[in-house]
Nanobody, 123 residues
Framework: VQLQASGGGLVQTGDSLRLSCVMS????????MGWFRQAPGKEREFVAA????????AYGVSAKGRFAISRDNAKNTVYLQMNSLKLEDTAVYYC?????????????????WGQGTLVTVSS
């Protein structure tokens, strides 16, 4: 299984950005998916997760109300729509795949990881 995250970049506070994570080598619908982020000097933080068929989602405190996770199993892709970006959203964002198919907030539960995409928010 390979996960390819993309969509990061340099944006200003208040802007929006959509991250994508494409799975290859397996069928996405077998997996629940999550987004985590890691800022310099900080631990990896849970951002959002979605179960295998998309009817359940969960968000970390920092993401609730601003971010939305979604998936398109036909395209083997999961998305993270990020709105109203803040300086503190600056981090490398990672997508993970969990073969249980259920929502997980703990990074240890994920079986596969993408390489990360950098999001930098400036004022």
């Amino acid at each position: 299984v390979q996960l390819q995250a993309s969509g990061g970049g340099l944006v200003q506070t208040g802007d929006s950005l959509r991250l994508s994570c494409v799975m290859s080598g397996r069928t996405l619908s077998r997996y629940s998916m999550g987004w985590f982020r890691q800022a310099p000097g900080k631990e990896r933080e849970f951002v959002a997760a979605i179960n295998w068929n998309g009817d359940e989602t969960a968000y970390g405190v920092s993401a609730k109300g601003r971010f939305a996770i979604s998936r398109d199993n036909a395209k083997n892709t999961v998305y993270l729509q990020m709105n109203s970006l803040k300086l503190e959203d600056t981090a490398v964002y990672y997508c993970g795949a969990d073969n249980t198919g259920d929502i997980d907030r703990e990074s240890d539960m994920y079986d596969y990881w993408g390489q990360g995409t950098l999001v930098t928010v400036s004022s």
